[in-house]
């Protein structure tokens, strides 16, 4: 508040800085959604700044730099999941949004490519941020799935597309063990029996799978 007027620090956005580098240099580090943007003019207060190759006081700045062109990355993924497990993508690495939100762009294409993809597309075209979970259900097995995603700033400048293809595996074979009384049964006695899942590929049973379970007994 020393040098700007309050309009002025809004226009910095959440959280900004500004220290004196040298006794020529006032530097201003824009917070998270800044509204400044190249070639605005920076105000000063009142006769507050001088300038010693000039008597009067100095009553603005302008901005000056390069447009900013956005990157984003992908966080690696497994090339092969299984099927339950569904997807999860995550794009928020980014650089070059100039400390304000960026807008993002998903799209998927498949192998073979006459798989249908609209339970995919729907997902993914109401997807504002950087994170995308696709269920099973929507996961054909044997499938390739690319996915891709790019980035725009608020300068309008897009990034190059990042992109990472993964192929849906059945799941593995689910085997049971029944657990029974140690002591043979006998007719006149309840008995509480217990099962253990497990996969044959050693993949663990996740507590959130859909496992539907039908008990029989079998008369001797």
């Given at each position: 508040?020393?040098?700007?007027?309050?309009?002025i620090?809004?226009q910095?956005?959440?959280?900004?800085?500004?220290?004196?580098?040298?006794n020529?240099?006032?530097?201003?580090v824009?917070?998270?959604?800044?509204?400044f943007?190249?070639?605005?003019?920076?105000?000063?207060?009142?006769?507050?700044?001088?300038?010693?190759?000039?008597?009067?006081?100095?009553?603005?700045?302008p901005?000056?730099?390069?447009?900013?062109v956005?990157?984003v990355?992908?966080?690696?993924?497994?090339?092969?999941?299984?099927?339950?497990?569904?997807?999860?993508?995550?794009?928020?690495?980014?650089?070059?949004?100039?400390?304000?939100?960026?807008?993002?762009?998903?799209?998927?294409?498949?192998v073979?490519?006459?798989i249908?993809?609209?339970?995919?597309m729907?997902?993914?075209?109401?997807?504002?941020?950087?994170?995308?979970?696709?269920p099973?259900?929507a996961?054909?097995?044997?499938?390739?799935?690319?996915?891709?995603?790019?980035?725009?700033?608020?300068?309008?400048?897009?990034?190059?597309v990042?992109?990472?293809?993964?192929?849906?595996?059945?799941?593995?074979?689910?085997?049971?063990?029944?657990?029974?009384?140690?002591?043979?049964?006998?007719?006149?006695?309840?008995?509480?029996?217990?099962?253990?899942?497990?996969?044959g590929?050693?993949?663990?049973?996740?507590?959130?799978?859909?496992?539907?379970?039908?008990?029989?007994?079998?008369?001797?």
């Amino acid at each position: 508040t020393t040098f700007f007027d309050l309009i002025i620090l809004i226009q910095f956005g959440d959280s900004p800085s500004c220290a004196w580098a040298s006794n020529q240099m006032l530097v201003v580090v824009l917070g998270s959604n800044a509204t400044f943007n190249i070639g605005d003019v920076i105000s000063f207060r009142p006769n507050i700044i001088h300038s010693p190759q000039s008597s009067s006081p100095l009553s603005g700045a302008p901005i000056i730099g390069d447009v900013l062109v956005p990157m984003v990355s992908m966080s690696r993924v497994p090339p092969i999941v299984h099927v339950s497990d569904g997807i999860s993508l995550d794009a928020s690495n980014v650089a070059g949004g100039g400390g304000r939100p960026v807008e993002y762009t998903w799209s998927v294409t498949s192998v073979p490519t006459n798989i249908n993809l609209t339970a995919i597309m729907t997902i993914l075209e109401q997807t504002m941020g950087p994170y995308v979970t696709i269920p099973s259900s929507a996961l054909i097995i044997g499938a390739e799935y690319v996915f891709s995603v790019s980035v725009t700033n608020f300068f309008g400048e897009t990034s190059q597309v990042a992109v990472q293809s993964i192929r849906v595996a059945a799941d593995d074979v689910l085997l049971v063990t029944i657990l029974l009384p140690s002591s043979p049964l006998t007719s006149n006695v309840n008995y509480t029996l217990d099962s253990i899942l497990s996969y044959g590929g050693g993949r663990t049973v996740s507590l959130n799978e859909d496992i539907s379970y039908a008990w029989s007994a079998i008369p001797p």
